[in-house]
């Protein structure tokens, strides 16, 4: 029955298009052709064709219905499932956090002359380092952006930097990306008000094409990744530039492109905060924001929030000790 009801999909969606007014239109322009080439008013009982409508509109809008419903469940259990899985990792980074606290090991005589020693020598070396300090700092600081940007390089040689809203601004069109979405928008220049009729936009889960009819595509090719087709949409603004909303299905996610043949852009420059994290529940926002982060510390050889923190801890519990002497101490 569902290849039953999708067979003229394409023939009517064409139809759809066409009709500006959206649904009133179209199912005013349905009722006038039954009204003008069948005798479906008058060739039988007079109720008989309200009834069948009745009966056909009952019987789709109770699927349409169930649908809905069905869809709605789906989306709180993966929503809940969600929430549970960040719980769990939370609670797993709590426990290692705890576990990774400071432990302090008593060292014999030997071992701790040893280790005073070594502490003298490294203190030595840093008050040398400490002196030439306030000269490098500048140099120091440009010398980290060259390595930072080498490492770039290496990886990402020829990657465009992001816009201002973590896409890209390419000849033909634009688009930028939250985590959950992709909105393109791609112009034409003419000098008419282009409508549904004069463009081709066809969405799938893997390819998207967009163009206008007659003309070579702007857009056409395979998709970066997967997109849910029902959720999706496209629409013309100011009879001029065809405008494209994509739904990711992987919404932990950011994209370097939207089709396979067009340029990337470095997702390591990409800003979170200038996306839509506020869509996203606490938790979540928590994980992507951490992961960002510690992404961008590692490209710059810095030290992760996970490294920092233990690193902030061992400096509190000193502080707070100052009567015990950590200079016997071994820390690990």
Not at 52 to 65: G, M, S, W, Y
Request: hydrophobic share 30%; net charge negative; glycine share 6%.
């Amino acid at each position: 029955m569902g290849e039953d009801e999708e067979k003229y999909d394409s023939m009517l969606l064409v139809m759809a298009q066409q009709h500006e007014g959206g649904v009133q239109e179209l199912v005013n322009t349905f009722f006038s052709f039954l009204r003008r080439k069948t005798d479906f008013f008058t060739g039988g009982d007079q109720h008989a064709p309200e009834k069948l409508i009745k009966d056909a509109f009952a019987h789709h809008n109770a699927l349409a219905q169930k649908a809905h419903k069905e869809k709605q469940l789906k989306q709180e259990r993966a929503k809940k499932e969600k929430a549970e899985r960040a719980a769990k990792l939370a609670e797993e980074e709590r426990k290692k956090r705890t576990d990774d606290g400071p432990r302090i090991q008593e060292l014999t005589d030997e071992e701790a002359e040893k280790l005073q020693s070594e502490l003298d020598k490294k203190e030595e070396e840093e008050r040398s380092v400490a002196a030439n300090t306030e000269k490098s700092s500048d140099k120091e600081e440009k010398e980290k952006g060259s390595d930072s940007e080498g490492e770039e390089d290496e990886k990402d040689k020829g990657k465009l930097k992001p816009n201002a809203e973590n896409g890209a601004d390419l000849p033909n069109y634009r688009w930028t990306q939250t985590l959950s979405e992709v909105d393109l928008a791609v112009p034409f220049d003419v000098k008419f008000r282009i409508k549904g009729r004069d463009v081709v936009v066809d969405i799938q889960r893997r390819s998207i094409k967009v163009g206008l009819k007659g003309h070579p595509p702007v857009i056409d090719g395979q998709l970066y990744n997967e997109v849910k087709v029902e959720e999706s949409s496209w629409l013309i603004d100011d009879g001029k530039v065809v405008t494209v909303h994509l739904e990711k299905i992987n919404k932990m996610e950011w994209w370097s492109r939207i089709v396979t043949t067009d340029p990337e852009i470095n997702t390591k420059k990409v800003c979170p905060e200038n996306s839509k994290l506020s869509d996203l529940d606490g938790e979540t926002r928590g994980m992507v924001e951490k992961m960002m982060y510690d992404q961008r510390q590692k490209s710059m050889g810095l030290p992760t929030s996970e490294e920092q923190k233990k690193q902030d801890i061992l400096k509190k519990f000193m502080a707070q000790h100052p009567e015990m002497d950590f200079s016997k101490a071994k820390f690990s």
